[in-house]
């Protein structure tokens, strides 16, 4: 495996790696990053948490560096399908974009059109965006990609999952023809496919993995329990010491589990579609800090965090799909770490959660579970008492027994967290589930730097344009 020098990075990204901690890429990034900095387009294809962001993140910035970006015209481009997930390309190259004195900023729905806008007549060297917020921009001329030298697609399938791409093309129309792009999906067929044919010149196509290869370092489990034991289960589960997500079905299901979770003495937060951006920035943030240690999260998430040691992702509900099933267990397990992956199925459920898994592409051992059983403790760590007494904060005693408080969110954890970081390289937990103080390991941590989405906080009201 080459070394970064041996890329040809500046030396000025070189230093900022290395001070960071990364002294050797990840394999995505060494496949792609030679032929990205000579020029080529680039199709990538890596397993969630494999280090594609700084795989054309780094090569985006190196090929626009020594450029000053004019008012409302970037000099590149991300382009991504969710506000989370522009979030963390943000927080993960700012502080490498400030070793080339590139300003990055980002325009997503559901934050202040106006800030945005004035961001961006200051002038943003590389911009991120999602595809609804980014056309409004057009529309109204607030941006202009005329000057665009570099094109990045990130997770190009979801944004064809969510219908995105009209609007994919439509922003593709309006940089030049001869600038490069660079498109990185878990698929390259279909919609993906038809992208590729019209918008890349002669790309060189670089795959580290298949899209549904199972993870070394992920354990997958799937625990057969009857419906009406189910949410016993659920709740020793969350109960155990380590920083875990809850996938469910529905934002009424996220908010509901969340509820019962606390009232049995877990600190739990949800996150869904039905929050507002701010809120997500900070329920994000929060866990990420391990206060609260549980997130209940619908799929809206399963691309969106990226969080250090999450030890266990248990889908509560089975996904749709294999894609989402691979995206969901690509919480955990990251950049090498070692994860496990558990899906809860009743008995009725059974044929269609194999027949799931085996499209996913990964061997699950199947255990028939109950509460408090030896096996549900040995393979996701439950405790059957649910959180001990001494380990319970004062705030999750029963609502009846708090005082009554005006206003929302006053004494919620997360209100307090601030805002989520890309690779937030988070605490690890002790024997207790408590977090242990860390400093940041990695690109856009949270005490790197203050770069945000949007550039500042938002309004309560909400932004013109697509949510997205």
Do not use: W
């Not at 394999?27 to 962001?53: E, I």
């Not at 665009?148 to 999952?161: F, G, K, P, Q």
Request: proline residues 7%; positive net charge; hydrophobic residues 45%.
């Amino acid at each position: 495996m080459p070394s970064f020098a041996d890329l040809g990075l500046p030396a000025p990204l070189l230093r900022a790696l290395a001070a960071e901690g990364f002294t050797a890429p990840f394999p995505v990034q060494a496949a792609t990053l030679p032929d990205s900095l000579a020029g080529r387009d680039v199709l990538g294809r890596g397993q969630t948490g494999s280090g594609k962001t700084l795989a054309f993140g780094l090569a985006l910035l190196a090929r626009v560096s020594g450029t000053r970006a004019a008012a409302r015209r970037p000099s590149g481009l991300v382009l991504v399908p969710t506000r989370e997930l522009a979030q963390q390309v943000v927080d993960a190259l700012a502080p490498l974009a400030a070793t080339l004195g590139l300003r990055i900023d980002a325009v997503v729905g559901g934050l202040s059109f106006g800030r945005q806008a004035t961001a961006l007549e200051r002038g943003v060297d590389v911009l991120v965006a999602t595809p609804g917020r980014l056309a409004d921009h057009l529309d109204q001329r607030t941006c202009d990609l005329g000057h665009v030298a570099v094109t990045a697609i990130d997770e190009a399938d979801r944004m064809a999952d969510m219908g995105f791409l009209p609007q994919v093309r439509r922003i593709l129309d309006r940089t030049p023809a001869d600038g490069q792009r660079l498109l990185f999906s878990a698929t390259l067929d279909g919609d993906v496919g038809v992208l590729v044919e019209r918008y890349l010149h002669d790309p060189v196509t670089r795959a580290v993995a298949s899209p549904t290869a199972q993870v070394e370092t992920m354990d997958h489990h799937v625990l057969v329990v009857e419906a009406a034991e189910k949410s016993r289960v659920v709740a020793e589960i969350a109960a155990r010491a380590g920083r875990t997500i809850l996938f469910v079905r529905t934002k009424h299901g996220a908010d509901r589990l969340v509820r019962h979770l606390r009232r049995d003495g877990v600190l739990a937060a949800a996150l869904h579609g039905g929050k507002a951006q701010n809120a997500r920035n900070r329920a994000i943030a929060a866990f990420a800090a391990g206060e609260p240690p549980v997130l209940v999260a619908t799929d809206v998430a399963a691309r969106g965090i990226h969080v250090d040691d999450v030890s266990l992702v248990v889908h509560v509900d089975p996904p749709a799909d294999p894609k989402d099933y691979v995206h969901r267990a690509g919480r955990t397990a990251r950049a090498g770490d070692t994860g496990t992956v558990v899906t809860m199925a009743t008995p009725e459920q059974r044929g269609d959660v194999d027949a799931l898994t085996r499209k996913a592409g990964v061997r699950a051992t199947v255990t028939e579970v109950a509460p408090g059983g030896a096996d549900l403790v040995r393979i996701t760590g439950a405790r059957a008492g649910g959180v001990p007494e001494a380990e319970r904060p004062a705030r999750l005693t029963p609502p009846a027994a708090r005082p009554a408080r005006s206003g929302r969110g006053g004494t919620d954890p997360a209100a307090r967290a601030g805002q989520a970081g890309h690779g937030v390289r988070a605490a690890p937990a002790d024997a207790a589930g408590r977090p242990a103080a860390r400093s940041s390991g990695s690109p856009g941590g949270a005490a790197a730097h203050s770069a945000r989405v949007g550039g500042s906080r938002p309004r309560r009201r909400r932004g013109r344009g697509s949510a997205a």
